[in-house]
């Protein structure tokens, strides 16, 4: 178990928000850059996760931060750094792009650590008893999010059904089109709508609107929890003021 999965998960989806409301005040990209790299070192040593799967985790908000970037730089007015035909690259729409960009990548890389220390039902459980969320939406909550995690397997299963059933090209395999993919969109649409109703009428069934209930396997609030958020908050507001004296 890695040091974040053993803390309460209200508790890191708090500390979560709470960075992420504070990098939008921020428009520093020193200070935004070193958060983003202790986030790095959070999520690798923290939370446990791999070197490659870190590094695939990132790729979308890279690709996101180099658009936000490219945008800025060239549609921003300011001190013209560069210039080619109708293109100019700007310094205050370069130091403004890069602040936006790594403001995502830091909520990107908390999400990412709090995610993979985070048992979906272990932040249900600690929502319902410390956050006090009724238990009809939190397990509503979590029974949707099971079956986003599944939709994938029904994929693969309905195509390869409708592969049995598939004419076939010369070469053997199944004739796949636009057609076939829309035939398996819908069946699957389908089967998420039967499931959802199933998976309704068992919530009811257990009572799950009707008063006080009990947790099996609570999970724990205790004093490392709150050192945890003392630490975060703390190196937030260490970096953050950092980054204010050395600008001023």
């Not at 958060?35 to 790729?59: D, E, F, I, K, S």
């Not at 602040?99 to 039902?121: E, K, M, Q």
């Not at 945890?228 to 937030?236: E, N, T, W």
Request: hydrophobic share 55%.
């Amino acid at each position: 178990m890695s040091p974040l999965e053993a803390r309460n998960p209200a508790v890191k989806l708090l500390l979560v928000v709470a960075v992420s409301v504070a990098t939008l005040a921020l428009l520093d990209p020193r200070t935004l850059a070193v958060l983003y790299l202790l986030g790095l070192v959070a999520a690798r040593w923290g939370a446990g996760v791999g070197p490659r799967r870190l590094l695939l985790a990132q790729v979308p908000f890279w690709t996101f931060g180099a658009g936000v970037l490219l945008v800025n730089a060239l549609s921003r007015p300011g001190d013209v750094l560069a210039a080619a035909g109708p293109f100019r690259v700007t310094d205050e729409g370069l130091a403004v792009g890069a602040a936006l960009a790594l403001r995502g990548c830091v909520i990107g890389v908390a999400t990412v650590a709090f995610l993979a220390s985070t048992p979906p039902r272990d932040l249900m459980v600690s929502l319902v008893r410390h956050a006090r969320l009724s238990p009809r939406y939190a397990y509503a909550l979590l029974a949707g999010h099971r079956m986003l995690a599944g939709l994938p397997r029904q994929w693969a299963t309905i195509r390869a059904a409708q592969a049995v059933r598939a004419p076939l090209r010369r070469d053997g395999r199944p004739r796949e089109g636009w057609r076939g993919l829309g035939r398996s969109a819908f069946a699957l649409l389908v089967a998420s709508v039967r499931a959802s109703e199933r998976v309704a009428l068992a919530l009811e069934s257990r009572g799950l609107s009707a008063g006080p209930r009990t947790v099996w396997r609570p999970v724990p609030l205790g004093a490392g929890d709150g050192a945890l958020a003392a630490g975060v908050l703390g190196v937030v507001v260490v970096v953050v003021a950092a980054g204010a004296w050395s600008a001023g």
